[in-house]
């Protein structure tokens, strides 16, 4: 398609970043991660020579630099392109909508991974913002952005605020019937290890004990969620 787009002139255009884009998905499903970074970028020169990086297109392309670079362990420049996919989401309008608040996820999960316990609760609670404006608390989403909170107060030392963070997310996956799910065994382990930090023994271990269960019932019981 590349290659077609070249003979026919409009590869340099809007029409070309998209196939790129296009072609940065497919190596991403093969985890082709230098290979995708190679067109998102090609993508994103290609945006703004056309003058299309200002959307919310836009937007979407830089944040899956973030997340293709966070893939490829380059935190830096993950967490650079994720502030200017925000910058382009508030720019282009975008910012207030369902795919904002995914990117601005993502940005949070980046800052959690890179250390950065403190930025990333600080972006979690934005998020929370504009997934209730957007009419997604009660939604797999939401509860995910609960524990990647509640590992945020775990890391900054906040145990006890951790704990009321997994508690609500249990409340969003049991109502959405996903408890007995890789997330809900991942939220007891979370669960557990901040329980743990607490004080509560006894919580921890029964935690831990039905992380162990569920993975087990799943087929993906990791030795070391039981430990």
């Given at each position: 398609a590349k290659e077609l787009l070249h003979e026919e002139g409009s590869l340099k255009s809007g029409k070309g970043a998209n196939i790129l884009e296009r072609m940065a998905t497919v190596h991403r499903k093969k985890r082709q991660f230098r290979e995708a970074l190679v067109?998102?970028?090609?993508?994103?020169?290609?945006?703004?020579?056309?003058?299309?990086?200002?959307?919310?297109?836009?937007g979407k392309l830089l944040a899956d630099?973030?997340?293709?670079?966070?893939?490829?362990?380059?935190?830096?420049?993950?967490?650079?392109?994720?502030?200017?996919?925000?910058?382009?989401?508030?720019?282009?309008?975008?910012?207030?909508?369902?795919?904002?608040?995914?990117?601005?996820?993502s940005f949070g999960n980046m800052k959690l991974l890179s250390g950065d316990a403190a930025g990333a609760l600080q972006v979690f609670s934005e998020v929370q913002d504009l997934q209730k404006s957007c009419n997604l608390a009660d939604t797999l989403a939401a509860a995910t952005v609960w524990i990647n909170l509640g590992s945020a107060r775990h890391g900054c030392g906040k145990p006890?605020?951790?704990?009321?963070?997994?508690?609500?997310?249990?409340?969003?996956?049991?109502?959405?019937?996903?408890?007995?799910?890789?997330?809900?065994?991942?939220?007891?382990?979370?669960?557990?290890?901040?329980?743990?930090?607490?004080?509560d023994l006894l919580g921890a271990r029964n935690a831990f004990l039905e992380a162990r269960h569920l993975r087990e019932q799943l087929g993906s019981m990791k030795t070391e969620d039981a430990a």
């Open positions: 067109c998102l970028k090609e993508a994103k020169q290609l945006r703004h020579e056309s003058n299309s990086l200002d959307s919310p297109g836009g630099v973030g997340n293709v670079n966070a893939a490829l362990g380059s935190f830096p420049e993950a967490l650079e392109a994720f502030s200017e996919s925000q910058q382009l989401f508030r720019s282009s309008g975008s910012y207030h909508t369902p795919e904002g608040a995914a990117m601005l996820a006890h605020e951790a704990v009321q963070a997994f508690e609500e997310a249990g409340k969003i996956l049991l109502k959405l019937g996903a408890m007995k799910s890789e997330d809900g065994a991942e939220l007891l382990r979370n669960q557990g290890i901040a329980l743990r930090q607490k004080g």
